[in-house]
């Protein structure tokens, strides 16, 4: 992943990587990767990780329309965004609460 990271990077352009578990979000992360496209589900990012997006200057494309219908309190969005990870707006249109 690095390696298609740096070849795009060395191309001027921005890597935006689609995420689905707390490991994927790392492995993006450390590969240099610019933005994750949603938030992970299956556990709560850690401080760790969001001292690395922090520190990478990572943001994240939000999908608050879809946690919201899956019922979930406290989106990892408002998490990450306290700490001062950028959040960008979007929908992970056509889900199931997205329209």
Do not use: C, Q, W, Y
């Amino acid at each position: 992943m690095k390696a298609i990271v740096a070849a795009a990077h060395a191309r001027d352009l921005l890597v935006i990587t689609h995420v689905h578990s707390r490991a994927a979000a790392r492995t993006a992360i450390e590969a240099d990767t610019d933005g994750l496209a949603h938030m992970f589900a299956d556990a709560p990012p850690t401080d760790e990780l969001i001292d690395l997006a922090v520190e990478r200057d990572v943001f994240v494309i939000g999908t608050l329309p879809v946690m919201e219908h899956k019922g979930d309190d406290a989106p990892p969005e408002s998490t990450i965004a306290e700490a001062g990870v950028a959040i960008l707006a979007g929908s992970d249109a056509p889900n199931p609460g997205t329209a």
